[in-house]
T-cell receptor, first 116, second 114 residues
Framework: GAGVSQSPSNKVTEKGKDVELRCDPI?????LYWYRQSLGQGLEFLIY????????KSGLPSDRFSAERTGGSVSTLTIQRTQQEDSAVYLC??????????????FGPGTRLTVL | GNSVTQMEGPVTLSEEAFLTINCTYT??????LFWYVQYPGEGLQLLLK?????DKGSNKGFEATYRKETTSFHLEKGSVQVSDSAVYFC?????????????FGKGITLSVRP
């Protein structure tokens, strides 16, 4: 079994452009999380998906950020009109979910986003 | 809200030295506590965890005890190796519901020299 995969591994974009980041969770994992790792803020939670339930979007920093998860598997994080402060490593994690408390999250390698 | 505070870094030690990395937390309810590690060029991975007060998590010679009275989860290792050089993150998650989103500390870089 493959682990969590993310693409692209690196993305350089110009300020004002939109970007899409992709996450493929571990097969069978119903819970999926996005986090952001930046120099100034450390590791921050962004959004959580669990099955068909409404996502927890409480960590999204602005309405320029959105995410979706199609078919309960692959997820895309979209950042519109990127700003330089969006530069960070975006991490995806998944776990078994389904009400099992505090089970281990498995992290992907991340996408390093640089906004020029 | 929930928060995690880690000691300031970076930390540089000689091989076989004793390691302590302090971590304290603020949380409602009874969170679970974790240490994650990020080795150079690798993704974040779980090092150890504890889910209730007085539990001790251990792995690869590292230990941490969940201390509710001091709201702490300090990481210790008796004899560090060069291969332990990495960034270490303390984290907590809520103890209720299926959403186990993590709240992380800022991380601390450990360098172990031969």
């Amino acid at each position: 079994g493959a682990g969590v995969s993310q693409s692209p591994s690196n993305k350089v974009t110009e300020k004002g452009k939109d970007v899409e980041l992709r996450c493929d969770p571990i097969s069978g994992h119903t819970a999926l999380y996005w986090y952001r790792q930046s120099l100034g803020q450390g590791l921050e939670f962004l959004i959580y998906f669990q099955g068909n339930s409404a996502p927890d979007k409480s960590g999204l920093p602005s309405d320029r950020f959105s995410a979706e998860r199609t078919g309960g598997s692959v997820s895309t994080l979209t950042i519109q009109r990127t700003q330089q402060e969006d530069s960070a490593v975006y991490l995806c994690a998944s776990n078994i979910g389904g009400g099992l408390l505090n089970n281990e999250q498995f992290f992907g390698p991340g996408t390093r986003l640089t906004v020029l | 809200g929930n928060s995690v505070t880690q000691m300031e870094g970076p930390v540089t030690l000689s091989e076989e030295a004793f390691l302590t990395i302090n971590c304290t937390y603020t949380a409602t309810g009874y969170p679970s506590l974790f240490w994650y590690v990020q080795y150079p060029g690798e993704g974040l991975q779980l090092l150890l965890k504890a889910t209730k007060a007085d539990d001790k998590g251990s792995n690869k010679g590292f230990e941490a005890t969940y201390r509710k009275e001091t709201t702490s989860f300090h990481l210790e290792k008796g004899s560090v190796q060069v291969s332990d050089s990495a960034v270490y993150f303390c984290a907590l998650s809520r103890s209720t519901g299926a959403n186990s989103k993590l709240t992380f500390g800022k991380g601390i870089t450990l360098s172990v020299r031969p």
